[in-house]
């Protein structure tokens, strides 16, 4: 347990490994020579069959050494892949030998009249012969993974053996209790003091140098990296206390990194001390080993009382997690800060134990006494009252809390008393470490759900951020919220689910077994599955996809945005490109994942069945969008009218086209309607417009006065062209009125209405100036009567007047 | 930006796509033969024997194993390949 740290190195150190395993494996160079290659062949698995029986007496001598257990097996499923690389290494060969023996044909039978040359039936036997030893060959490979397998399932058999035999290993404490015990415990003190102060006493007087290097450069590198968290992370873990109110996320977040990033720190800190010890040669084996021993016991204390303090925040209790009261928070951090002491030096003695050969005795009789004490303090801890209630009165966890506590706490001490060692430390060492990596990765999950509740994620530092510097709206910071959600979490397993396997006995062994197992793919039934190739494929899907949008921007912002190319031509190659580009990505993920296509012609072939039924008019729509985008008929902007529908274009995609009409009301037009129905187009070639003013003038005025008015308040328009010319039309004579129409043409036929609302305001005022008037009809005055209502109160009513005195009109507006 | 849930989408699909296909790494072998093949697999340490009725297709070995032909020849495979059993002879494609 105390190599915790170097184990998260292994994990950090696992993937990559992994993958390039992986990829060294495709890379084995598989042309041998082929006269060698049998007794190349032999000698190798020679070589793996010595391997194995290595392996075996390994396993036969440290049957109680789980990691060294687990070691062997990977040794061992190292074989096995090399032995079935080995008799892969011959199928060249053999392919050739079958198809020269087929060439040759089978031995004519003895007495047959034709009998074939010398030469024909000698390379017969020679091919004969190699193909049998080769034969032989696989024969032996084939017993050597049969052996290698028997022994890998003996593996795991030892190893459940293992832990079983450590929670109900009992030892007889009344023979370990006399006086004897206390004499080997204080020589075991006074020798351990001896060698330390040995030890010491020559790295400071032979390597002082050394000593004084490494120390300086850990503390350098602990103080820069101190400054660099507190410079990156100051904000995320500092409690404001002028915050009246913090949120919830806020204080889930604060607690979560004010316990990750000082123990992260410190970790790397005291590892670092370590490993520059080690390789500067300060320190010889035994205070090597010490020295982790200790590590472990400061990192345990650290992490736990880190842990308790900020989720407990007993001096700033606007920030704690759980509502315990202050004075009974602090004695819940002492307690488990002693428990996570207590168990880190149950540990720390064991090592010295181990390093001093001390006798058994004294190994257990301490275990025994930590056992005790951890199980009194576990119980300690249930019997704090943490709560208030209404009255003020101190409230007790709740019953079964307490009970767990005090079963645990109690089993604990009653197991090691009946001679159960192993046992209650087990139990101590998981409630210490387990709990708090459970704890830690709880709260990371309690943070990443409520970042993603709605509107988490715009309170937190990012999404203020975002909020204020980039503008990013709600919906957008919601699916942030998501998606962060969704990568903490992920980050979350990849870090403490290994850890917690750790703790729980699984060796790092068990890990990249899985891991391997998981990354060569393991069957299901018939159906095998991939996850490293399928993750593969989608990875370099995503690859190909983010390719595809940089060319697609850097494309339209940069090339053609510069070459000055009509903005319907470049979205039709913007949209062209993207989903080339995507099809290309398609496919090399399919292949990278190492997929056969043939077993997408199957698929597609399902697929075309489907089309002829049911996708027609999906796929009569893509092509028609394909025809849209090499045809042009309109592009993005352009004032269309197609059937009833009349707007702006706003975007033409694969399936259909989005029209906005001027009530702005967003239509999705398929696109085979756009293909096979009529399309006008206002501004297809050039936004040139001609706009119509009808105007009905009575019989009394002058046409041709008439005429000359609207001609010349027409050409006064600034925005009416000059070419081609505005006309005036007399188009008729109604029972009324002489009719006239205005023509004219502007530039941008958007600016239609706004040229025909100005004509009419300036055709009214011309006429009034000129005396001419407009027609118009004369309709018969429709009598409206309006009844006075009748006050048919009582005589005495107060007058009208009064009333309204009373209570004031009300006015609208 | 905004392309964020269309790529969310569209690796959705891919992935679906490639789950869809993704049968393609155990070893499978074909009897071609108008009568019933044996084949002997070793697979995880043990020993098992594969009836093949004639045209048959079956699925074996994801990992990686040893392969006794009806006539006696042997062959490694590492998981993926495809035997056809024709008069008798294996033979991997």
Not at chain 1, 329 to 350: C, H, K, M, N, P
Not at chain 1, 546 to 569: E, I, K, N, S
């Amino acid at each position: 347990m105390f190599d915790l740290i170097r184990r998260t190195a292994f994990v950090i150190l696992l993937l990559p490994f992994l993958i390039g395993a992986a990829a060294a494996q495709d890379a084995e160079p598989q042309q041998a020579a082929v006269s060698t290659l049998v007794s190349e062949q032999v000698s190798a698995l020679a070589r793996l069959t010595a391997r194995t029986d290595a392996v075996a007496n390994t396993i036969a001598a440290n049957a109680e050494d789980d990691a060294k257990l687990v070691d062997a097996r990977l040794e061992l499923e190292d074989i096995l892949r090399e032995t079935l690389a080995a008799g892969v290494a011959f199928r060249p060969r053999l392919s050739e030998i079958n198809a020269r023996l087929q060439e040759l044909g089978p031995a004519p039978a003895t007495g047959a009249e034709a009998a074939e040359s010398e030469l024909v039936s000698n390379e017969r036997k020679a091919l004969t012969a190699e193909k049998a030893e080769i034969n032989v060959t696989l024969g032996k490979a084939e017993d050597l993974s049969v052996r290698v397998n028997g022994l890998i399932n003996k593996i795991a058999n030892l190893r459940r053996d293992l832990f079983t035999n450590l929670l109900t290993k009992r030892y007889s404490i009344r023979d370990m209790l006399s006086s004897q015990v206390v004499t080997d415990i204080l020589n075991e003190g006074e020798s351990f003091r001896q060698r330390v102060g040995a030890s010491l006493r020559f790295a400071f007087r032979f390597k002082s140098q050394s000593l004084m290097l490494a120390t300086v450069l850990a503390f350098g590198a602990a103080f820069i990296a101190s400054f660099l968290g507190r410079r990156l992370f100051g904000r995320m873990v500092r409690r404001d206390p002028a915050v009246e109110q913090p949120s919830y996320i806020s204080r889930l977040s604060v607690a979560f990194w004010s316990t990750l990033l000082p123990s992260v720190a410190l970790i790397v800190f005291l590892a670092l001390v370590s490993g520059l010890y080690q390789s500067y040669g300060v320190l010889n084996q035994d205070m090597a080993a010490y020295l982790d021993g200790l590590i472990g016991v400061i990192v345990i204390a650290f992490l736990v009382n880190r842990l308790s303090r900020s989720i407990l925040s007993p001096d700033m209790p606007k920030w704690r997690l759980i509502a315990i009261e202050p004075a009974p928070a602090r004695i819940i951090i002492w307690l488990v800060t002693a428990l996570g002491l207590v168990v880190g030096l149950d540990g720390f003695a064991a090592i010295i134990s181990d390093r001093l050969n001390s006798p058994l005795s004294t190994t257990i009789i301490k275990s025994l006494v930590a056992a005790v004490i951890s199980g009194l303090l576990i119980v300690s801890v249930g019997q704090v009252k943490p709560f208030v209630d209404e009255t003020g009165k101190s409230r007790p966890w709740p019953l079964w809390f307490r009970l767990v506590l005090f079963l645990l706490g109690f089993g604990s001490i009653i197991a090691a008393m009946a001679g159960f060692i192993s046992l209650a430390q087990f139990i101590s060492q998981q409630i210490v470490l387990t709990g708090t990596l459970v704890t830690t990765a709880y709260i990371g999950l309690l943070a990443s759900r409520a970042i993603s509740d709605e509107g988490g994620f715009a309170e937190t530092a990012a999404g203020q951020w975002m909020k204020t510097d980039k503008g990013v709206d709600d919906a957008k910071l919601d699916q942030y919220g998501v998606l962060s959600s969704v990568i903490i979490n992920v980050l979350l397993a990849l870090l403490f689910v290994p850890l917690v396997l750790f703790q729980l006995r699984f060796q790092p062994g068990d890990i990249a077994a899985w891991l391997t197992k998981a990354a060569n793919g393991f069957q299901i039934g018939t159906f095998s599955f991939s996850p490293l190739a399928i993750l593969t494929g989608i990875g370099v899907f995503a690859l190909g996809y983010f390719l595809t949008r940089y060319f697609q921007r850097w494309l339209d912002g940069t090339v053609m945005a510069r070459g000055r190319v009509d903005p319907g031509v470049r979205n039709s190659i913007r949209t062209v490109v993207g989903y080339t580009g995507l099809a290309i990505a398609a496919l090399i993920s399919i292949s990278a994942a190492g997929l056969d296509l043939s077993n997408l012609a199957l698929v597609a072939g399902g697929l075309s069945l489907g089309i002829g039924f049911g996708l027609q008019n999906i796929v009569s729509n893509f092509v028609s969008g394909l025809i849209l985008l090499a045809e042009r008929p309109f592009k993005v902007g352009d004032w269309v009218e197609a059937g009833a529908i009349s707007g702006t274009v706003r975007k033409i995609s694969v399936r259909a086209t989005e029209i906005e009409t001027f009530q702005r009301q967003t239509v999705i037009l398929p696109n085979s309607i756009l293909i096979n129905g009529a399309v006008g187009n206002w501004t297809h070639r050039n936004k040139l417009g001609r706009i119509e003013v009808p105007v009905n003038v009575v019989y009394a005025s002058d046409p041709h006065k008439v005429r000359n008015a609207l001609m010349d308040l027409t050409k006064a328009h600034p925005l009416v062209l000059r070419n081609p010319e505005p006309a005036v039309l007399f188009q008729g004579f109604s029972d009324t009125a002489m009719q006239f129409e205005v023509r004219a043409f502007v530039a941008d036929v958007g600016t239609g209405g706004q040229v025909r609302n100005d004509l009419r305001f300036a055709v009214v005022d011309a006429f009034r100036r000129e005396g001419i008037e407009l027609a118009y009809t004369l309709r018969p005055p429709v009598a409206v009567v309006v009844e006075e209502k009748q006050q048919s109160g009582p005589v005495d009513a107060p007058p009208a007047e009064a009333k309204t005195k009373a209570r004031p009109p009300r006015r609208r507006g | 930006m905004g392309r964020t849930p269309d790529m969310v989408k569209s690796i959705l699909l891919a992935a679906s796509l490639l789950a869809l296909t993704g049968s393609a790494y155990a070893a499978s072998a074909v009897n071609l033969d108008s009568e019933p093949r044996t084949i002997t697999v070793t697979e995880g340490g043990s020993k098992q024997e594969i009836a093949l009725g004639a045209g048959e297709t079956v699925q074996f070995c994801a990992n990686g194993c040893f392969v006794t032909m009806p006539n006696g020849d042997r062959e490694a495979l590492t998981g993926g390949e495809t035997i056809e059993i024709s008069g008798g002879v294996g033979r991997i494609k």
